[in-house]
């Protein structure tokens, strides 16, 4: 038996770190360098043993065993991705880093492995942080950069981690991509001798890729074979590299990007770089996602309540808001069930379109006479809580704050300024404008009683030029964005921690590990297409677990794509996540009305499993067009299934439906056709699925009998 920890046999010079399913190994070689070992299904130290030597090919490749060190510093013969890359007060652009010393303790209540490394010369050091979560076979890394000495050095790359993979006999690695309303695709491609780049310029998270990889044999299931894995907990640029040798080593390294990036590292100063959790999964990309599902709940969300059931009135009114629709709105939402109303964009400012108001706080009175006291009383007393939108970061060129303070955005003086949907960026490292905006927010959510912020960022960074900030320290800004960012939701949810805050960015453009420790959930995208957003659904739940995902009903036809889908199909669509309603309810029929509150209603009674059980993405039927997901609680015996049917073809029924989760020697009952049936039956011969036409859905409450 392996023990579940930490561990440094000092003869052979190797560390362990052993986790429920997982090893984790590497060693102090002959050059005092960490190398690389093994990472997979368990082993003892004194069986990677022999892996720890040296490796030379020729004098082109004089040091192959570079290619898995542990963390890579440019210097010398290495010329694999850096994971750190500086230079020196002399200019000397070279690091010939040693093994120091280490140190296991306790970091926030887990076992955790520091280890300090120095350069031969210099005054750097270099700090590898590894903090297990042994429950589910994860490791949290990133490294400290130490000025130790007097003078100034440049961080010129800063990689939170690089995870080696063992030898297999092919590398599939798979990701997501996507564009604005088609995020989170996946994609799977066989890595060959070179580098995959995944990465974001754009200043934020990104809608066009998502920062974590998996890389399996090929073979790998959803529910079986070794699924090797990592996600990032950042918010900026950054960039994750898969990278295959000639001698087939593989290393994925990833952090905050390179690109156009410099960081000063004054005397005695620290740099943090963000954190990079890695696992191993022995029972496929599922065995993945509930690893990375429960990590989220119990180490990573601020907070672990039940998401509500929300109503947002953007698509009902656009930019059109006043009082008295919004209070109309309300009542047609509080009749359905929901609990929580959300005021969109179109609140403040002279703020009747995107092209004005964008940054002036202030309510509109002539939308809001009575101040928005008025619309919040009005809500409250319908048994709602009330929510409202902002977009903190942005700023209109026609405004006040623009007027008065053109030099708050990110610019060059000799260039022109990049409107995108009409706004700017301001630059939130500035002290006066993040004081600026903790200010209006303070003062938003202190004198009123509101419980929910949606805060979007409609644009990308441009012109990323720091009025007032020292030449030599202008590429900072893509960091000092995210660090300001991080510290101003961190004050306000320090003062106001009753308030829940969703992070929305053109769609998913600003999700990851790092918003989601401040942030409770997510907006995936501006799709809310029923049929489409079961794909986007799909790529976010490898990672991204289904709490943090907010799923809205609206009109069919979409504006999308002009498809039109039945309200059973767009609810069920919508109930895999925190529900939401975002249609305009006051041109929706009595009888829309009442079908909607029963099915909010049964979201009620199943959304403790959706937004906290385990989720198994059901694939056998994938070639009819069935998409098919179950979430389940074992602990109870309860289980609900979703099912999806895209087109029937030649009127052929579907085959059977095979559940997964259950007890096999344990009876089910199916409630809705009212069917009894074993564990054992459901998981080998399956369900039938009553699916017909085009666009069907339905949902299974399966419960275990005592």
Known sequence: MINLTIQYNEQLRIFAIQTQNSSYLFGINEREHLQHLYWGDPVDIEDSAPLLQLQS?????????????????????????????????????????????????????????????????????????????????????????????????????????????????????????????????????????????????????????????????????????????GALAWSGNWKIVAEKTPFTNVRVTGGIHDFDNEWLLGAGETFETPVFVGGFSPEGFGGMSHRLHQYQYNYILPRSEIGKVLYNSWEATYFDVNAQDQMALAERAAKMGVELFVVDDGWFGQRNSDRAGLGDWNVNKEKFPNGLVELIDRVHGLGMEFGIWVEPESVNPDSDLYGAHPDWVYHFETRGRTELRNQLLLNISKPEVKQYIINFMTELLGNHEIRFIKWDMNRTITEPGMKGHPINRQKEVWVRHVQSLYDIWAQLRAKFPDVEFETCAGGGSRIDLGIFRYSDQSWPSDNTDAFDRLSIQEGFSYTYAPRMMTCWVTESPTGMNGRNVSLKYRFHSAMMGTLGIGSNLNEWRDEWIEQSGEFIGQYKAIRHLVQFGRQFRLTSLRHKGVTAVQYSDAATGDHVLFAFLHSQKLGEPLPRLRLAGLQADKTYLIEEPGLTVSGRALMNIGVELPLRGDFDSLVYRIREQI
């Open 57 to 229: 090919h020729s004098s082109f490749d004089a040091e192959v065993e570079g290619e898995v060190e542990e963390y890579s510093f440019w210097g010398g013969a290495s010329y694999t991705e850096p994971s750190l890359k500086v230079r020196m007060p002399d200019g000397v652009r070279d690091l010939r880093v040693w093994y120091d010393h280490h140190e296991i303790t306790e970091k926030d209540g887990r076992q955790t492995l520091i280890i300090t490394l120095k350069d031969q010369v210099y005054a750097l050091e270099t700090q590898l942080i590894y903090r297990v979560i042994p429950e589910f076979d994860l490791v949290e890394r990133y490294a400290n950069i130490v000025n130790t000495g007097q003078e100034e050095i440049v961080l010129e790359s800063m990689q939170s981690a690089a995870w080696t993979l063992p030898y297999l006999q092919d590398y599939r690695l798979t990701h997501v991509t996507g564009k604005w309303s088609g995020e989170f695709q996946l994609r799977n491609t066989i890595l060959t001798e070179g580098k995959k780049v995944l990465e974001s310029r754009r200043g934020f998270t990104d809608g066009h890729a998502n920062p974590w990889f998996a890389i399996d044999d090929g073979l790998s299931t959803e529910s079986g074979g070794g699924v090797w894995f």
